[in-house]
């Protein structure tokens, strides 16, 4: 996991799978706040890139408007650098 700022907001990276409903891995984007309660943490995803092994793409979303493109960029970063373009068999 991967966590810095941008302009006061906090965002992590973290990477993701959901065999067997897709067959890859994902390095998702999510925002952090203290929920109001003040007692845990909201996350929101707001981007993810998915290496789809059976398909053997890797495909971007979004979820979120107005997201900064130096945290994209970090997202990206991050993906490009812990193997994510590096197809499973």
């Not at 984007?29 to 203290?34: D, E, F, G, Y």
Request: aromatic share 8%; proline share 3%; charged share 30%.
């Amino acid at each position: 996991m991967s966590d810095f700022q941008i302009d006061g907001v906090k965002y992590e990276i973290l990477w993701a799978t959901d065999i067997p409903a897709r067959d890859g891995i994902a390095c998702e984007l999510r925002s952090v706040k203290l929920a109001p309660h003040g007692m845990s943490l909201e996350r929101k995803l707001l981007a993810e890139v998915f290496r789809d092994d059976e398909k053997r793409k890797i495909v971007f979303s979004g979820f979120a408007k107005n997201v900064p493109l130096a945290a994209i960029e970090q997202l990206l970063r991050i993906f490009n650098q812990g193997g994510g373009r590096d197809f499973m068999e």
